[in-house]
C-alpha cells in the first residue's frame, strides 16, 4: 500500500512543481524546454500569461479533488474496519458543484476574451508582408511599408548529411533557414497567409503567431516584436512527407538597421535582373538546373530521378520529359490539378528553363533539348 | 398461424451476414479498386453485388417467413418501429451534411472568394464576382443553371401524389381491402418510377444542352450530388416497394400486422420530404 | 441478493436454440450477444496491438533526432493509420463488445434487438480492417494526411486513400447497425419494473452514446463522400477554384469528430459508475445528476467542434462562441468527477484491479480534461495547436481514460463471462506497470508541446531530444506491461479459482444479482422482475 501512495504523491508533486518550474524558466530568456518560450511580443506575454494563470487553477482544483479523494482512498477502506455510511443525494452539494465551476470558467474566459479580440485585431499594420505556403518552403512577399516590393523564397538550410544522421547535428538543426524573414522592431507587421498547395500554418511561437495558410483562400494575422533577435518557428499544420523540414525563421532589427537592410534588397533587385532575352549555354543551364532541381523538385522525384514509385512518378525516361518540350513546360508551370505536382510558376523563368533543361539532359534522359527562358516568357502569357 | 408468440424472437445461427459481409468485402476492395481504374476492381465490384443480391433475398425472405408464420410479437413489432425510425434519422444527418455543405458555400465560401480584395487588400482570384450560381472563381467553362418550374417542378408533383397514393395503400391494408392495396401500391411504384425516369432524363438535359456538370464548381457538385443521393434513395424506395408489392400478391400483411408494409412507406414519405428540401433549397432559391 | 436462478431451466423447450453450434461455425452465424460480445473484444485487442506496433515504430523513429527507421512518408502513414486503427479498430468497437455482453444482462433483456444484424455489424468490421491495413501494401502506400484527413493534401494521396475512404463507410455502417440495435434494446427490451431512471449508468451512458453515433456517423461518411468525388469525379467541394473551401472539410469533420471524441469517453464513464459504487460499498452518489450530466455532455458536443480550427482564421464572433461552449463541458464533466469522489467519501473501501483502473481513470482522465480546458483558451491554443501539447492531451483522455475504463470493465466483468476468478496479482501488475509507463510516455509530451515541438514529425529539433528519449521508452514500457493484461486474460478463461454469482461483494446490477458465473448462454428469456 505504501508505494501506491508514493506513488500519487510523486505525480501530484510534479504537478504542484512544475508551474514553480516553469515560471523560473521564463525570466532568463533562454529557450524552455518544459515550458512555453519567453514571450517576444506583446500578444505572446499574454497569451504566456493566460497559460500560466489557467494552469495555476487547474492545478488548485486538482489538488482540492485528489485531495479529498486521495484522504478518502487512505482512511475510508474495509481493510481498516470502515464501515459503508449509505447517503447517495444531496440537491445542495451538486448545486454547490454545479455553480462554482460555473464562475471559475468565468474567470478565466474573461481576460481571454481580451487577447482575442486584440489578436484579432489586424487594421492598420506598419507592414504588410504576404506569406504562401509551398511544398515545401515558404515565399514572403512585402505587399506594404518599407520594404515594398520585396520578394523572396525561403527554405530549411540544414543539409541532408545531418537530417540522414550523416554528419553532427548543428545547434540550429531544423531551426535554420536560407533567407530569414526580416521585420523591424516595434513595428505592427500584418502577415497574409496563403498556400500554392495544400494547407500549412505559418507559426512562430514568441510573437503569438500561428495561421493556416489556405490554399485558394487568404488569412490574416499580425505581431509586433518587442525586442530584435531571432524569433523561431515551423509549419504546423501536416503538409506531406517534408512537413517536418519547413522551419520559419523571423528576424527582427532596429529600425535603422531594418532600413539598411531593406536599401540592400532593393540594390540587389535593381542590379540589372538576368536578361531572360540572354541566350543561355547547355552547361549554364543543366549547372543552374540541377540546383533548382535539389531545390524544389528532388523531395519527390528524388535526385536520382527515378521518383518513388506509386507515389511520385520518376521523371528519368517519364513520357513527359523526353517528350514534346511545351508539355513538360506546361506541367511545370501549371502543375497538375489533383495531384501532388503544383504549379511552380513562383520560380523565374530563368530557373524554369534551367530546371526543364536540366530534366530533359539528366540521368537517362538524352533529348539534347535546350529551353531558354524566353520560351517560359511565352508561355507565361 | 395467426397465434402471438410469448416470447420475443431471437433467430437461431444465421449464415446471411456473414454472406452480407463477404459480399461487402468484395464491393469495398472492389470500390477502391474501380475508382483507380484497376480492372480487377470491376470484377470484384460485380461479385460483391452479386452475392450482396443473393443475401438481400435470402435475408429478407427469412424475415418475411418469420413475419407470416407469426413469430413476432407486439414487442418485436416495435422493435422494428424503432429500428427503422433510427434508420431514417441517420438518413436525415446524411443528408443534412450535404445541404449544409450546400449553404457553406452560398453563404460563406463563395462571398468570401468574392470579397478578398476588400478584406486584405489583395486576392487570389482579383476577377471574381461572387454570386449563386457560380462554377467558382477557378472554373472558367460556363454553365446554365436548372430552372425550377419545368421539370423539377413536375417530379415535385410526381413524388407528392406517390406520398398520398402511399397513404391510400396504407388505408387500404388497415382496411383489409386488397385490391384497393395493390392498386395504390402499383400506382406510387409507378409514380416513383417515373420521377427515376424524369431524374435521368433532366441529367441529360443538364449535360448535353446547360453543359451542366459533376465538375462545374460549387453549383454542380451539390447539385449533382443531392439530387443524385436522392435520386438513390427513391431508386431503393421503390425497389423495396416492388418486394412490398409481391409480397402483397402473395397474400402476405393483415390489418394489424405489416410492419413491413409500414417501414417501406415510411421511408417513401421520408424520401418525399427530402424532394422538398430540394426543391426549395437546391431550384427553387 | 435475490435469489439466483437459472433461466435455462425454468424455460419452455419450444425453442430451436439450445447451445450454440459447434467449431467455427458458431463464431461465423452466431445471433448470441455474448459470442457477437466475445467477438468484438478480441477483434478490438488485435486492433490495439496492431495500432500498438504502429505506436511503438513512431515511437522508435523519435527516440532520437534524424531519420533513422523510417522515411518521412511512411512516417506519416503510420501516424495515420495509428490514429484510425485505434480510434475505429480498437477503443470504438470495445465498447460494442462490453455493450454486446453487458446490456442485455443488465436490463433484463434475453438478448439484442436485433440479434442477427447484431451479428452483420460485427462481420463487417474485418474487411474494414482489411481495407485499412492492406492499404500499406497498394503503390503509394496507406493514407498519409492524418487520421483528420484534410483535403487537399488527402487529395494527393494514393490509392490507399480511397481504400481508407471506403472502409470509414464500412466502419460507419457497423455503427450504425450497432447503434440502432443498442438504442432499440434499451428502450424497448427493459425487463418490467426496470424504467428509465432505474438502469445502471453504463446502460445510461450507452444509450447517450448510441445517439451520438447515429447523430454523427451519417456525417462523416457525408464528408469523405465529398472527399471521394473530390478525388475522383471533379467534384469541387474542398476546393477554393470551384468555389469550395478545404476548411469546409474540417468543419464536417469535426461536427462529427467532436461527438466522437466524447462516443469514446462516455461508455468508460458508464463502467467506471459502475465499478465505484460497487467497491465503495456504498451507492453512487447522485445517480440522476449523472443522467443529466451525460446529457448535457451529448448536447454540448454538438456546438463545440471548431475548437479543433481555432488556426484556421475563423471570425471572432466565433472563436468566442466556440470557445465559451468548449468550456462549459467542464462543468457536467465536473460534476461527474465529482459524484465519483463523493461515492467513493466514507465508503468501504477495497482495492481490487478493477477499482485500481477506476480510480486510475478518475485521475489520469482529470488530468487530460484540464489540458483540455487550456487548449479550450483560444489564445493559449493559438501557441499549442499542432503541438505534442495536444498529444498528450488526448493520450491522457483516450488511454487513460478509455483505455483504462476498458480494463477496468474487463476485469470487472470478466469473472462473470468465463465463471473464473482473474490472477488478482498479475492484474495489479498490470496496472502498476501501466500507470507508471503512461505517465512516462505522455507526461512529458506536455513539456515538448509547451516548448513547441509540433506534432506529425518525424525528426524534430535538438532542444526536445531528451523528452522524446524518455517519452520512447515509457512506451515501449507501456506497450509490454499490455501482455501482461493478454496473458492474465487468457489464464482467466483457461481456469482459475471459480467465481461466486455474486463475484464482488457490493455488485447489485442484474448481471450480479439474477445469473449464476458464469453467465448461462441464454439468459432471461423470461424476464426477472425488478423491484
Ligand atoms: C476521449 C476523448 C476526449 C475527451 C473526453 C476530450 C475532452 C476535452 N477536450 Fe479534447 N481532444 C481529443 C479527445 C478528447 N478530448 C482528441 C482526440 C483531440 C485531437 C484530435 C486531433 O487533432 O487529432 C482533442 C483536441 C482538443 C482540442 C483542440 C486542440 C488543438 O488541436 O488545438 C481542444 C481545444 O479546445 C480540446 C478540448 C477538450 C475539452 C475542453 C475537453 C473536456 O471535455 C474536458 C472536461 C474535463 C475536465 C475539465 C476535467 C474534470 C472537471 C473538473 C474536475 C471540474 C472543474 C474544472 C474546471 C472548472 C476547469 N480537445
Ligand atoms: C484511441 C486511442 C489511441 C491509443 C490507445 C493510442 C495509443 C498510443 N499512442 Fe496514439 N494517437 C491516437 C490515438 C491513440 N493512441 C490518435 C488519434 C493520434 C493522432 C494521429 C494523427 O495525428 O493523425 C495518435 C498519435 C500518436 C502520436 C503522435 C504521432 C505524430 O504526431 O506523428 C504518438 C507519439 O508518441 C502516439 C503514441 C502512442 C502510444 C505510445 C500509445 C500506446 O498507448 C500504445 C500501447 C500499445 C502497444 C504498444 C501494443 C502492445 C503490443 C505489443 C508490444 C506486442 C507486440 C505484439 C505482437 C506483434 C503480437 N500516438
Ligand atoms: Cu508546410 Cu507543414
Ligand atoms: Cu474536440
Given amino acids: 500500500m505504501g508505494s501506491k501512495v508514493t506513488a500519487i504523491l510523486v505525480w501530484v508533486s510534479t504537478l504542484i512543481l512544475y508551474p514553480s518550474m516553469a515560471a523560473a524558466e521564463r525570466t532568463d530568456g533562454i529557450l524552455s524546454t518544459v515550458n512555453l518560450p519567453a514571450a517576444g511580443s506583446q500578444i505572446a506575454t499574454e497569451m504566456y500569461d493566460l497559460h500560466m494563470y489557467v494552469l495555476y487553477i487547474c492545478v488548485v482544483i486538482f489538488i482540492g479533488v485528489f485531495g479529498t479523494m486521495l484522504y478518502s482512498v487512505i482512511v475510508h477502506r474495509k481493510s481498516k474496519g470502515f464501515k459503508a455510511a449509505n447517503f447517495h443525494h444531496s440537491t445542495t452539494v451538486e448545486i454547490i458543484w454545479t455553480i462554482i465551476p460555473f464562475f471559475i470558467l468565468f474567470g478565466m474566459a474573461f481576460p481571454a476574451t481580451q487577447t482575442i479580440i486584440d489578436m484579432k485585431d489586424t487594421s492598420t499594420p506598419d507592414i504588410t508582408i504576404k506569406a504562401t505556403g509551398y511544398q515545401w518552403q515558404w515565399g514572403y512577399d512585402y505587399l506594404q511599408g518599407e520594404g515594398e516590393g520585396i520578394k523572396f523564397l525561403s527554405k530549411i538550410s540544414t543539409p541532408r548529411e545531418q537530417i540522414r544522421n550523416e554528419a553532427p547535428k548543428g545547434e540550429n538543426y531544423l531551426r535554420e533557414v536560407d533567407n530569414n524573414v526580416v521585420v523591424p522592431v516595434g513595428k505592427k507587421v500584418r502577415m497574409l497567409l496563403t498556400s500554392n498547395d495544400v494547407i500549412h500554418a505559418w507559426s512562430v511561437q514568441q510573437l503569438g503567431v500561428k495561421q493556416d495558410a489556405i490554399p485558394g483562400f487568404i488569412r490574416d494575422a499580425w505581431f509586433k516584436a518587442d525586442k530584435p533577435g531571432i524569433y523561431k518557428g515551423v509549419c504546423s499544420e501536416l503538409c506531406g512527407k517534408e512537413h517536418a523540414f519547413m522551419p520559419i525563421v523571423v528576424e527582427v532589427l532596429a529600425q535603422e538597421e531594418y532600413s539598411k537592410w531593406v536599401a540592400g534588397q532593393k540594390q540587389e533587385s535593381a542590379e540589372p535582373a538576368v536578361d531572360v532575352n540572354k541566350e543561355f549555354t547547355m552547361d549554364e543551364l543543366k549547372a543552374t538546373g540541377e540546383k533548382v532541381y535539389a531545390g524544389n523538385c528532388a523531395a519527390c522525384h528524388q535526385a536520382n530521378g527515378k521518383g518513388i514509385s506509386g507515389t511520385f512518378p520518376g521523371l528519368d525516361g517519364s513520357k513527359i520529359a523526353v517528350g514534346p518540350k511545351a508539355d513538360h513546360i506546361k506541367m511545370v508551370l501549371n502543375g497538375k490539378a489533383g495531384s501532388a505536382m503544383a504549379a511552380f510558376k513562383h520560380l523565374s523563368d530563368v530557373d524554369i528553363a534551367a530546371v526543364v533543361t536540366y530534366e530533359r539532359n539528366a540521368w537517362g534522359n538524352t533529348t539534347g533539348d535546350l529551353v531558354q527562358p524566353s520560351e517560359i516568357k511565352a508561355f507565361r502569357n | 398461424m395467426s397465434q402471438e408468440a410469448n416470447h420475443y424472437y431471437i433467430p437461431t445461427p444465421s449464415t446471411w451476414p456473414l454472406t452480407g459481409a463477404i459480399a461487402i468485402f468484395f464491393m469495398g476492395f472492389g470500390a477502391a479498386f474501380t475508382v483507380n481504374k484497376l480492372p480487377i476492381g470491376y470484377v470484384s465490384l460485380a461479385i460483391g453485388f452479386a452475392i450482396l443480391i443473393y443475401m438481400l433475398f435470402g435475408w429478407f425472405g427469412t424475415v418475411a417467413k418469420e413475419s407470416e408464420s407469426g413469430k413476432f410479437n407486439k414487442q418485436v413489432d416495435s422493435s422494428f418501429r424503432w429500428g427503422m425510425g433510427w434508420f431514417i434519422f441517420t438518413e436525415v444527418m446524411f443528408f443534412a451534411g450535404f445541404f449544409g455543405a450546400l449553404y457553406y458555400m452560398r453563404v460563406l465560401s463563395v462571398p468570401w472568394l468574392g470579397e478578398m480584395e476588400i478584406a486584405y487588400g489583395t486576392s487570389v482570384w482579383p476577377e471574381y464576382a461572387a454570386g449563386w450560381p457560380t462554377a467558382g472563381p477557378g472554373i472558367t467553362e460556363q454553365f446554365t443553371p436548372m430552372g425550377a418550374w419545368g421539370l423539377p417542378a413536375f417530379n415535385t408533383a410526381l413524388l407528392l401524389t406517390s406520398g398520398l397514393t402511399c397513404t391510400w395503400a396504407h388505408w387500404a391494408i388497415k382496411l383489409d381491402k386488397r385490391s384497393q392495396l395493390k392498386w395504390s401500391l402499383f400506382l406510387t411504384i409507378a409514380l416513383g418510377a417515373l420521377f427515376i425516369g424524369c431524374q435521368a432524363y433532366e441529367y441529360m438535359h443538364a449535360y448535353s444542352e446547360l453543359n451542366l456538370k459533376m465538375t462545374s464548381g460549387a453549383y454542380g457538385a451539390t447539385f449533382y450530388m443531392l439530387t443524385g443521393f436522392h435520386g438513390f434513395h427513391v431508386t431503393l424506395g421503390a425497389i423495396m416497394l416492388t418486394v412490398i408489392y409481391f409480397r402483397v400478391l402473395a397474400g402476405h400483411f393483415k390489418p394489424e400486422h405489416h410492419f413491413g408494409f409500414e417501414g417501406v412507406s415510411w421511408y417513401w414519405h421520408f424520401v418525399d420530404v427530402v424532394w422538398l428540401g430540394l426543391f426549395v433549397f437546391v431550384y427553387l432559391l | ?531
Fill in chain 3, 1 to 531: 441478493m435475490a435469489a439466483v436462478h437459472h433461466p435455462d431451466n425454468e424455460l419452455g423447450h419450444e425453442h430451436e436454440h439450445h447451445g450454440p453450434p459447434a467449431g467455427i461455425m458458431r463464431w461465423l452465424t452466431t445471433t448470441n450477444h455474448k459470442d457477437i460480445g466475445t467477438l468484438y473484444l478480441w477483434f478490438s485487442f488485435a486492433m490495439f496491438l496492431t495500432g500498438g506496433v504502429m505506436a511503438l515504430t513512431i515511437r522508435s523513429e523519435l527516440f532520437q533526432p534524424g531519420l533513422q527507421i523510417v522515411e518521412p512518408e511512411f512516417f506519416n502513414q503510420l501516424t495515420t493509420l495509428h490514429g484510425l486503427v485505434m480510434v475505429f479498430g480498437a477503443i470504438m468497437p470495445a465498447f460494442v463488445g462490453f455493450a454486446n455482453w453487458q446490456i442485455p444482462m443488465m436490463i433484463g433483456a434475453p438478448d439484442m434487438a436485433f440479434a442477427r444484424m447484431n451479428n452483420w455489424s460485427f462481420w463487417l468490421l474485418p474487411p474494414a480492417a482489411l481495407l485499412l491495413i492492406s492499404s500499406f501494401f497498394v503503390p503509394g502506400g496507406a493514407a498519409a494526411g492524418g487520421w483528420t484527413l484534410y483535403p487537399p493534401l488527402s487529395i494527393q494521396m494514393g490509392m490507399g486513400m480511397d481504400m481508407t475512404i471506403f472502409a470509414i463507410h464500412i466502419l460507419g455502417a457497423s455503427s450504425i447497425m450497432g447503434s440502432i440495435n443498442i438504442v432499440t434494446t434499451i428502450l424497448n427490451m427493459r425487463a418490467p419494473g426496470m424504467t428509465m431512471m432505474k438502469m445502471p449508468l453504463f446502460v445510461w451512458t450507452w444509450l447517450i452514446t448510441a445517439y451520438l453515433l447515429l447523430a454523427v456517423m451519417p456525417v462523416l461518411a457525408g464528408a469523405v463522400t465529398m472527399l471521394l468525388t473530390d478525388r475522383q469525379f471533379g467534384t469541387n467541394f474542398f476546393n477554393a477554384a470551384g468555389g469550395g473551401d478545404p476548411v469546409m472539410f474540417q468543419h464536417i469533420f469535426w461536427f462529427f469528430g467532436h461527438p466522437e471524441v466524447y462516443i469514446m469517453i462516455l461508455p468508460a464513464f458508464g463502467i467506471v459508475s459502475q465499478i465505484i459504487p460497487t467497491f465503495a460499498r456504498k451507492k453512487l452518489f447522485g445517480y440522476s445528476s449523472m443522467v443529466y450530466a451525460t446529457s448535457s455532455i451529448a448536447i454540448l458536443s454538438f456546438v463545440v467542434w471548431a475548437h479543433h480550427m481555432f488556426t484556421v482564421g475563423m471570425p471572432v464572433t466565433a472563436q468566442l462562441f466556440f470557445m465559451y461552449a468548449t468550456m462549459l463541458i467542464a462543468i457536467p464533466t465536473g460534476v461527474k468527477v465529482f459524484n465519483w469522489t463523493a461515492t467513493m467519501w466514507r465508503g468501504s473501501m477495497t482495492f481490487e484491479a478493477p477499482m485500481l483502473f477506476s480510480i486510475g481513470f478518475i485521475f489520469l482522465f482529470t488530468i487530460g480534461g484540464f489540458s483540455g480546458i487550456v487548449l479550450a483558451i483560444v489564445p493559449v491554443d493559438i501557441v499549442l495547436q499542432e503541438t505534442y501539447y495536444v498529444i498528450a492531451h488526448f493520450h491522457y483522455v483516450l488511454v487513460s481514460g478509455s483505455l483504462f475504463g476498458l480494463f477496468a470493465g474487463t476485469y470487472y466483468w470478466l469473472p462473470k463471462w468465463t465463471g473464473n476468478m482473474y490472477d488478482e496479482g498479475l492484474a495489479k501488475t498490470h496496472f502498476w506497470c501501466s500507470m507508471i509507463f503512461f505517465n512516462i510516455t505522455f507526461f512529458v509530451q506536455h513539456f515538448l508541446g509547451l516548448a513547441g515541438m509540433p506534432r506529425r514529425v518525424p525528426d524534430y529539433a535538438l532542444q526536445f531530444a531528451d523528452f522524446n528519449m524518455i517519452s520512447s521508452i515509457g512506451a515501449f514500457g507501456f506497450g509490454f506491461s499490455q501482455l501482461i493484461f493478454l496473458y492474465c486474460i487468457i489464464k482467466c478463461i483457461r481456469g482459475g479459482p471459480k467465481a461466486t454469482d455474486e463475484v464482488w461483494e457490493g455488485a447489485d446490477t442484474l448481471e450480479f444479482t439474477d445469473l449464476p458465473s458464469p453467465a448461462p448462454y441464454h439468459s432471461f428469456e423470461t424476464p426477472p422482475k425488478v423491484k
